[in-house]
């Protein structure tokens, strides 16, 4: 038949002849005429189409067993179509409201609302659901059932019905766009009533989109607000357990959205999700109704790529196993055979299709049907078979930092790049003429293996690429959008920089080498020294360490032979035989300190790590130290005080002893065998003087000393530290701890106890010192007013100012200063209370009794009711001198409940009666004028 071709720009412009004529592999024809290049695709359209209505969106779609074909638009229309395609007329229900009957009218007529669901159940029966008018049932009979919130006592409050779904048990399942779900069994009658699934989580879950029966028997429900599930075996609805799955942020197993469209259970086992804007997911979870389900992304990357450019409107699986997704714009099949991507588009459909959400049916003899904008398409699933055409590529054009490559030729197989080109762009095109479709890309740069996808874009930038020869890979899609067989690659070499050349790595070898060398020479050297410092360190510390250890023999041996000497009787030939003891081992600590001093005056380093442990004048001053241990002074014993406790850390079992014997005689004793054990009976003894080694198993003199120090109950107590460590730097630590002195080993159990004594002493001292500081304090306080009672003002006139208690004694830590000025406003405060005791003035303080007794007699050297009482009389004394208050009122005022008893304890303190006091300080006063 002749065929006369026009332009396509311009209908009505005929091509009046042609001169030359081809025919590609993609059967598209080339025409050369005079008006130039022609190009005629003949496209190939094995599916029909069934028409509804011009633009009326086809929302419900099901065949049925007598291979009729049923769809339902939004306007309500319902139309009924043979098998073939032609129109057997829309649905018209006739008859009154008690019975209604259909008939087809051959012009279109509405039925009912927006008919959103059609379903044909096991008993052939048709259920129609709508958007607003509840359900219908059509029974082979041709009678029409209605229910719906307005027709009865059926049960169905909700007249919006999205999917229907009956199992073999007789069960119809409804999801409603609003209300959630409903299940209903048939009556002996015939008839349903549905109710209301107790354990369904209405309120959150209460838009259905789809009710679907899989496989194994259990149901999915798909919801705009996540994904429901149960098993399909139950005898009670009330009693149905529903597995909930929702979108969890940051977890790459569940669902993307929560809008979910549709899922599809596959013959394979498999179940797929669609949900709105977020692609088609596999659920993982071996059982539905074990949740949340765990899911994942599709295996095969190709399909996922298609798929996530469009939504995913609905999916159905033939008896094949092939797969179709349909979205708004075209259908993707998921070829099972060859696992190839089929993508019907515009140019195998026959024209351009709008697609709904409708759920696709698949008629008798296996042809599906998908609802669309305007009827119904129809697909042979027998026609996929055919390979699809698979267009070449070519690389077509090349930009370096933003400017045409020069050296660019069409289509090269390979490109060689300078070092300074390695960022580019480069284009490229499938060659597939038929039209109206769209083509995509992907890439890869070996030796990666997973695709990267362009999408309709044609072109790939490049940034620093590496040096040598990269293979770049481009496929495509032909114009349907299914990915083709058609790999391209070229090869591109880029040279590198002289940085990147092997020359430069031979550089980098040979100053790595030279580098090396001198890093290991010097690193030899520095060992060697290393070592020998470490050497001469060892000898250092050998010849310390034995020191160290002779001392406190050296101890044990001297210091009780003088002791016997100094208080035993002895024959002249036993008196000159431990003489000679004390000699030798005096001779014995010279060669010892002597064999030290040589050492380090014979060492050839010198530097702050270093330094001797002794001196010149540090082994002078053990020397002098034995020689005192030469004397013999009796007079220095100390006074005997058994009211001083005195607690001995010493770890060495002997020495321990020793001390304890030439202490025990004048004080109480008591000791402990390391840090830790001397710690715990300082707290627990409060002792009065601590006497203590530096070297002990688990915690060493030092440590104990710093936490007594830190502790405010222990922190007033004495410290000596005797130690066989005599440097400087060891004295200088211990002082820094707060002892008051250090006594190196061996040394003069004579000094010793003198030392002790005059710590003593001192400390009484200060106590007395301390003591006359707080009276006279108490002296300048502001004296009670009486009226006429009250003396006259000092001289010049001036009241007497109060202040606050302030401690001047250095021995006095800064603790127990501001614990003495607490206690001295309490005392002011309760001066005249009668009551006062002294767990009450321990209770302000925060103390123990036993600790604060130990406190107030370590800092003013006498008991707590003591000191009370010394002050009570101080105060009395004042008031007696400054006041015309008789001495019942000043008794009473320093908590003295019986005048009598108080004149008793003030003549006890003063000597003199109140009376006699007070008649002595007037004439004192009035001999001054």
Same mark, same amino acid.
């Given at each position: 038949m002749p065929f006369a071709f026009t332009d396509t720009k311009d209908a009505f412009a005929k091509i009046p002849s042609v001169k030359k004529n081809f025919i590609d592999r993609q059967r598209n024809l080339w025409l050369i005429s005079a008006q130039g290049l022609s190009l005629t695709s003949f496209g190939y359209d094995n599916y029909s189409n069934v028409t509804l209505e011009p633009n009326e969106e086809t929302r419900s779609v099901v065949a049925l067993a007598d291979s009729t074909l049923l769809a339902g638009s939004v306007s309500g229309m319902v139309a009924k179509y043979t098998s073939d395609g032609r129109l057997c007329g829309y649905f018209r229900p006739i008859g009154d409201a008690h019975k209604t009957s259909l008939s087809l009218s051959p012009t279109p007529v509405l039925f009912s609302d927006k008919v959103y669901a059609l379903y044909a159940d096991r008993d052939n029966n048709v259920w129609m659901g709508t958007k607003g008018d509840g359900l219908y049932m059509l029974d082979t009979e041709g009678n029409i059932t209605h229910y719906s919130r307005r027709t009865g006592n059926c049960g169905l409050d909700c007249d919006t019905i999205y999917s229907i779904s009956h199992d073999p048990q007789g069960y119809l399942c409804i999801g409603t766009y609003g209300a959630g779900l409903f299940i209903s069994e048939p009556s002996t009658d015939? +008839?349903?009533?549905?109710?209301?699934?107790k354990n369904y989580p209405t309120e959150r879950y209460k838009y259905i989109r789809r009710v679907l029966r899989n496989n194994e028997g259990d149901y999915l429900i798909s919801t705009t607000e996540g994904l429901i599930t149960f098993k399909g075996d139950f005898s009670n609805p009330d009693e149905i357990v529903f597995t909930e799955s929702v979108p969890v942020s940051n977890s790459d197993s569940s669902l993307r959205t929560a809008n979910v469209m549709q899922t599809l259970s596959l013959s394979n086992g498999n179940t797929l999700i669609a949900t709105q804007?977020?692609?088609?997911?596999?659920?993982? /979870?071996?059982?539905l109704t074990d949740g949340p389900l765990r899911f994942s992304s599709l295996s095969d990357p190709d399909?996922?790529?298609?798929?996530?450019?469009?939504?995913?409107?609905?999916?159905?699986? *033939? /008896?094949?196993?092939?797969?179709?997704?349909?979205? @708004?714009?075209? =259908? $993707?099949a998921y070829l099972n055979g060859s696992h190839s991507i089929l993508v019907l588009g515009p140019n195998n459909l026959g024209g351009t299709f709008e697609f709904t959400e409708a759920m696709p049916s698949i008629g008798p003899d296996g042809c599906i049907y998908f609802a669309a904008v305007g009827g119904v398409v129809k697909v042979n699933p027998e026609d996929l078979n055919r390979q699809p055409y698979?267009?070449? =590529?070519?690389?077509?054009?090349?930009?370096?930092?933003?400017?045409?490559?020069e050296d660019f030729i069409h289509n090269p197989s390979n490109i060689e790049l300078e070092s300074d080109r390695r960022d580019f762009s480069i284009s490229f095109a499938a060659l597939d003429y038929s039209g109206n479709g769209h083509i995509e890309y992907a890439y890869r740069l070996a030796p990666e293996e997973n695709w990267n996808y362009l999408g309709n874009n044609n072109s790939l930038q490049i940034t620093n690429l590496k040096p040598g020869i990269t293979r770049l890979y481009i496929k495509s899609t032909n114009s349907d959008g299914t990915w083709a067989d058609n790999e391209r690659y070229i090869d591109i070499l880029v040279h590198p920089t002289f940085w990147e050349s092997p020359w430069s790595k031979i550089l980098i070898i040979i100053v790595v080498f030279v580098l090396g060398y001198f890093f290991v020479s010097f690193y030899i050297a520095n060992r060697k020294n290393r070592m020998m410092k470490q050497v001469r360190k060892r000898e250092r510390e050998f010849f310390i360490n034995a020191s160290h250890r002779l001392r406190t023999p050296l101890t044990l041996i001297g210091s009780p032979v003088v002791e016997v000497l100094?208080?035993?009787?002895?024959? *002249?030939?036993?008196?000159?035989?431990?003489?000679?003891? +004390?000699?030798?081992?005096? /001779?014995?600590? *010279?060669? $010892?300190?002597?064999? #030290?001093?040589?050492?380090?005056?014979? /060492? *050839?380093?010198v530097s702050d790590d270093s330094i001797p442990w002794l001196s010149a004048a540090e082994l002078s001053s053990a020397k002098e130290a034995m020689e005192a241990q030469r004397g013999d002074d009796e007079n220095n014993k100390g006074p005997r005080d058994k009211?001083?406790? =005195? #607690?001995?850390v010493e770890d060495n079992n002997d020495l321990r002893h020793f001390l304890r014997d030439i202490l025990s005689s004048q004080y109480n004793i008591i000791t402990a065998v390391n840090g830790k054990d001397g710690l715990e009976k300082a707290e627990k003894e409060q002792p009065d003087f601590i006497i203590t080694d530096v070297t002990m198993p688990e915690m060493d003199g030092l440590a104990m000393v710093h936490q007594i120090k830190e502790r405010k109950k222990l922190s007033h107590i004495p410290i000596i530290i005797l130690s066989a460590k005599a440097s400087m730097e060891d004295r200088m630590e211990g002082l820094k701890a707060g002892i008051e002195d250090y006594i190196t080993k061996p040394f003069s159990a004579t000094f010793l106890r003198q030392r002790i004594a005059n710590i003593i002493s001192q400390r009484r001292l200060l106590q007395q010192a301390y003591f006359e500081q707080l009276g006279t304090e108490m002296q300048k306080a502001d004296l009670p007013t009486t009226g006429d009672n009250t003396a006259a003002p000092a001289a010049g006139n001036q009241a007497p100012v109060r202040q606050e208690y302030r401690l001047d004694a250095p021995q006095i830590i800064e603790a127990d200063q501001v614990m003495m000025?607490?206690?001295?406003?309490? =005392? @002011?405060? !309760?001066?005249?209370?009668?009551?006062l005791r002294i767990e009450e003035m321990a209770d302000a303080m925060s103390m123990g009794r036993t600790v604060f007794y130990g406190k107030i007699k370590a800092i003013v050297g006498m008991s707590p009711s003591d000191f009370l009482?010394?002050? !009570?009389?101080? !105060?009395?004394?004042?008031?007696?001198?400054?006041s015309k208050m008789n001495f019942s009122q000043i008794a009473f005022s320093v908590g003295f409940s019986d005048p009598k008893y108080f004149t008793k304890c003030f003549k006890k303190e003063t000597g003199m009666t109140p009376s006699e006091y007070r008649h002595k300080k007037q004439e004192e006063q009035n001999a001054k004028g």
């Open positions: 015939g +008839s349903y009533t549905f109710r209301r699934v804007g977020g692609d088609v997911q596999l659920v993982e /979870s071996t059982s399909l996922a790529a298609v798929l996530s450019r469009s939504n995913v409107l609905s999916m159905t699986e *033939d /008896s094949k196993g092939n797969v179709f997704f349909v979205r @708004e714009s075209d =259908i $993707v698979s267009p070449n =590529i070519v690389f077509t054009g090349m930009h370096v930092k933003g400017n045409q490559y100094n208080t035993e009787d002895l024959s *002249d030939t036993g008196r000159q035989h431990l003489e000679k003891v +004390s000699r030798s081992a005096n /001779s014995m600590l *010279d060669i $010892v300190n002597m064999m #030290l001093l040589t050492e380090f005056e014979n /060492s *050839d380093v009211e001083i406790t =005195i #607690l001995i000025e607490k206690l001295m406003k309490f =005392i @002011e405060e !309760r001066i005249g209370d009668e009551t009482r010394r002050l !009570r009389m101080q !105060r009395a004394e004042e008031l007696i001198t400054r």
